[in-house]
């Protein structure tokens, strides 16, 4: 952010005991044009200032449909995360901009929520139409906060020597467009004339000559600021779909078209797949497989350290951690690699880890990979295509659990690790370890054989081996056992409802043969009568008869075959962060709480309207 008010020598004001400006205190007005002067009346102080100019360029302002511009005075200003337009110049374009509310931040207020409209297709060029600049989609203002004033004039150039040469057209305009660092082409200066004598700077840019600096003209009257802007869609989108969230008016199914990305990630995969050993392989699907890597061992051997201290002061983590390295080891989901193949492949990734406890399993600790950790700006997270979602509408799963009388519920064991990464592909997954646990000896390297949990693309391609397994066996198996794989799963969890426990017992039996053949387990089995489960092992069933059990996060008691939900009532502040915080914790997939969230969000939504800030104590009367 930056104000009008800059100035080169600043003036210091004293105030006496009364906390007034002294008169006496004040320089006198004879200045240089360079200066300024100060004067008190009825105790208000008002600036005699030099006028301040603002980076102000005439553009010509296209729509890509038609050919007719429309001439307009834009501000360059780099302080702002976007790009904006006043509505009068979206009118004579003659668009027709998208509604939206933005969050808008500036030095008067943060998030505050706006409405505006979000224009597209616009393109600017210098007055002579000889560069063309393509802009982002843009939001509009009932104006740009630069005055008229603030545009240097040719005029105020011919006053300083030194910039000699430099031509400012002058054109009958509003300033219609505030041009932000989004689109930094406009801002690459092609020859500067350096401030000289205390007077402006000049560049040019594409769209011609900009001047900023004090013009040497004269100004009386308060303070102009200018803000420089940065506006978030995002957020208030978030704010919204939060609010929503209690109506569903989709499909349960509701699924938006792939892109060509997530597209050359499925043919990616349909053509490195192959069952090996029972198991789908499949290779990492490589934004660019020819792209250097740069070598990021040093930097996870530090982190190792530091793993190594944290371990050393623990025992308990320790001993969990060592557990789990040794069983991905001894399960062979990871393997040491001998010294010899150690150099062998220029493209290696190493990844650091750390150890997490699940917080409603006490005791019980995942190793996570952190796939996130960046290296010379890359990490593997960034290599890596994302691929489609291929996991099924959450909202669908639950409401079809809830279509029969008997309910079955199971997940696959270690879903991500049953399938396999592709030989050559598997040096991008390295990771140090002390064999055998020992702290004291030196670290080896080991590789992962299968997709990462943490990994971008791993829960699309363990969806993809899942679907791919029940498609392959389709033709040996009941076609509703096949549907069960692709429309009552949520990632690794399986909820299915049938008609009768002779029907669950035998879809239960079939659906375990069917993944069996790419190598998928189903385990913890569950069940809303026993004469099913008496028909599953005993090593594949739930291992606690819990009365109740969570239901992909939704609290489902088991005996009387309901949802519930159970909130625990922490503290949280009177203030629009707390009362958040509190309805967020409320986990509610099929809007079944909506009753009795809905007044929450609702004063949640009355505290945007009126601008209270984040932490700002809420007014007495929203208390009751």
Request: neutral net charge; charged residues 25%.
């Amino acid at each position: 952010m930056v104000a009008n008010c800059t100035r080169k020598h600043p003036t210091i004001l004293h105030t006496n005991t009364a906390g007034r400006i002294r008169p006496s205190d004040i320089p006198s007005a004879s200045t240089s044009p360079q200066e300024e002067s100060t004067r008190v009346r009825n105790g208000i102080v008002n600036l005699d200032r030099s006028r301040i100019g603002m980076a102000v360029v005439p553009v010509k302002v296209w729509l890509k449909a038609t050919g007719s511009p429309v001439i307009t005075y834009a501000f360059l200003g780099n302080g702002s995360s976007s790009t904006f337009c006043t509505e009068s110049l979206m009118r004579k374009l003659g668009v027709n901009g998208t509604r939206a509310q933005i969050s808008l931040t500036t030095l008067e207020k943060k998030d505050s929520l706006i409405d505006s409209f979000v224009v597209k297709d616009l393109v600017i060029s210098d007055l002579d139409e000889n560069v063309f600049v393509e802009l982002p989609a843009l939001y509009t203002r009932p104006e740009i906060p630069v005055s008229r004033e603030d545009i240097p004039t040719q005029g105020d150039i011919d006053q300083w020597p030194h910039l000699c040469g430099v031509y400012l057209p002058e054109v009958d305009a509003e300033i219609g467009l505030l041009i932000a660092c989004d689109v930094p082409t406009i801002f690459d200066p092609l020859e500067v004339k350096h401030s000289r004598n205390g007077g402006p700077y000049a560049s040019r840019t594409s769209m011609g000559w900009v001047v900023n600096g004090p013009l040497g003209r004269h100004h009386k009257g308060p303070l102009a600021t200018s803000f420089f802007i940065k506006a978030d869609p995002e957020f208030h989108q978030m704010v919204k779909d939060f609010y929503d969230s209690g109506f569903s008016e989709s499909s349960a199914d509701d699924k938006p078209e792939m892109s060509q990305e997530e597209l050359r990630f499925l043919r990616e995969l349909e053509r490195t797949v192959v069952l090996r050993d029972g198991h789908y392989e499949m290779a990492l699907p490589l934004k660019d497989r020819e792209a250097p890597v740069p070598n990021n061992k040093p930097q996870v051997e530090q982190r190792a350290y530091w793993l190594k201290k944290k371990l050393q002061r623990n025992k308990g983590l320790y001993n969990d951690y060592k557990c789990f390295m040794a069983d991905i080891v001894d399960k062979g989901y990871a393997r040491n690699v001998p010294v010899d193949l150690q150099a062998s492949s220029s493209m290696k990734w190493y990844i650091p880890h750390h150890g997490i406890y699940h917080p409603h399993k006490p005791g019980k600790i995942r190793v996570v990979f952190d796939c996130s950790a960046k290296y010379q700006g890359k990490s593997l997270n960034d290599l890596l295509l994302n691929g489609p979602d291929l996991t099924n509408n959450l909202f669908g799963v639950l409401t079809r659990f809830r279509q029969e009388r008997v309910a079955l519920m199971a997940d696959i064991e270690s879903m991500f690790h049953q399938v396999k990464v592709s030989e050559a592909d598997c040096s991008y997954l390295r990771f140090l370890w002390w064999p055998d646990g020992n702290l004291e000896s030196n670290l080896e390297e080991y590789q992962m054989v299968v997709h990462l949990f943490g990994a971008a693309s791993s829960p699309s391609c363990s969806n993809f081996a899942l679907r791919k397994t029940a498609e392959d066996n389709s033709q040996h198996f009941p076609e509703a056992v096949v549907s069960t794989v692709k429309n009552n799963f949520y990632v690794d969890d399986c909820l299915k409802a049938l008609p009768s426990d002779e029907e669950a017992s035998h879809h239960a039996s079939d659906l375990r043969s069917l993944l069996s053949k790419g190598r998928f387990r189903l385990s913890k089995w569950i069940s809303t009568t026993r004469r099913v489960l008496e028909t599953i092992p005993v090593d594949e069933r739930a291992k606690d008869d819990l009365q109740v059990e969570r239901a992909v996060g939704v609290k489902w008691c088991v005996e009387t075959d309901t949802f519930g939900f159970k909130v625990n009532i922490k503290f949280k502040p009177p203030t629009r962060r707390g009362i958040l915080s509190l309805v967020s914790s409320v986990y509610d997939p099929l809007g079944l709480a909506a009753p009795f969230v809905l007044p929450a969000k609702r004063l949640l939504q009355d505290l945007c309207r009126v601008k209270l800030d984040w932490d700002d104590p809420i007014p007495q009367e929203q208390k009751v």
